[in-house]
């Protein structure tokens, strides 16, 4: 059984992942937006523009602008036509760039109405509407493999020494079948 913030959708799995800061490159200055997993034993670094950076650093501190900024826009048109935004998901990293989708949802029980549309989008700024919508933020788990870093280094030493430990200490006859009397296959 795969954990809570696994799921599958359209037959590819997906990992919850939560916005755990902004940070900066420290060889070129860049911004780097920093996504963790529930367990934030892996850490996944995207690459955003400044722009991108400031409002997703706003959506995070809860800054309400007085007028409408881009991502506050989109997020009023989103639902000014009935739709929510359900969830985002960043769904592929191909050649160094990662590529996400808006899943917006319609649900309007008087007209039997239960409808999703996916809308491409950058992942920097899908992340800023999510956090603006307060919906939830999935990514691929073949995205997770090969974009992700260690976060939790004394933990993955920790486990690494007990397997080491596990090996090391197995013996031949921890394989011996059950049940047979130790004579196996005639």
């Not at 899943?103 to 491409?120: F, Q, V, W, Y």
């Amino acid at each position: 059984m795969l954990p809570e913030n696994y799921r599958k959708h359209k037959e590819v799995s997906m990992i919850e992942m939560y916005v755990a800061g902004i940070a900066l490159d420290a060889r070129n200055g860049h911004p780097i937006v920093i996504l963790n997993d529930s367990t934030k034993r892996r850490a996944l670094p995207i690459w955003i523009g400044a722009p991108e950076a400031t409002a997703i650093s706003r959506a995070l501190d809860n800054h309400k602008p007085e007028r409408p900024l881009t991502h506050d826009l989109l997020l009023n048109l989103v639902t000014n036509l009935g739709y929510k935004v359900k969830q985002i998901e960043i769904n592929e990293l191909e050649a160094s760039t990662y590529y996400a989708t808006i899943i917006l949802l319609i649900d309007d029980p008087e007209h039997k109405l239960d409808t999703t549309r996916s809308i491409d989008a950058r992942p920097s700024d899908a992340i800023a509407l999510a956090l603006r919508a307060k919906a939830p933020i999935f990514v691929s788990a073949q995205v997770v493999a090969d974009g992700t870093i260690p976060a939790d280094y004394e933990k993955d030493e920790e486990e690494a020494e007990a397997f080491k430990n596990f090996i090391d200490n197995l013996k031949a006859s921890d394989f011996k079948p059950k049940g047979d009397g130790g004579k196996g296959d005639k």
